[in-house]
């Protein structure tokens, strides 16, 4: 008698949850993921997640954390290969998170709501502060250089950070005109110059 094959050892059953997980996510949305249904589509019993992931707040919380992991990976390699300057930093972080959004939609959506739930991680907090921390040090840098009006770092950042969220989250809903996704990114940055610019 064939019994059923399990693809997965224990060595790597984590990681074969959260690649399963993120596909689920994107392909349907977070209400669709559900551990028991994981388990099943990996061919492991239904409770073996539980060894990784206690319940439905923790895989969610995992997923989070590997996306601002992946997007501070991609912003960071995207500055360190720019110019010096603000102008060059800034827009190089902007794509990057464009891009990213792009590609990640339901990802990031889950990244930015789940971060607020009472039970998230420390480890999650920590990463979103992280990716935060990009954007004070580039202003703070701008400040340092003279290429940046000068001021406390959150009332810079937080308008710098919310408009490229904002354009963002249209640009993956493709709520956006065909022209303004065309060239949207590009006056984004410049708006942003220019409430940066010195006085």
Known sequence: ???????????????????????????????ALSLREL???????????????????????ALALIGFERLIEISTAAQERAGESFAEQLDALARAFVDFALANATLLDLMYSVKHAPEASEALRAAEQRFGQQVVDMIGEGQRRGEVREGPWQRLALPVFTTLRGYAGLAASDTLP??????????????????????
């Open 39 to 61: 388990a099943r589509d990996l061919g492991v019993s239904h409770g073996a997640p539980n060894r990784h992931f206690p319940d439905k707040q923790a895989l969610l919380d």
């Open 1 to 31: 008698m064939q019994t059923r094959r399990r693809p997965y050892h224990h060595g790597d059953l984590r990681a074969a949850l959260l690649i399963r997980a993120e596909e689920t996510l994107r392909d349907k949305g977070p209400a």
């Open 178 to 199: 065909a022209k303004a996704a065309e060239d949207g990114l590009d006056d984004v940055i410049a708006y942003i110059l220019r409430g940066c610019a010195p006085d």
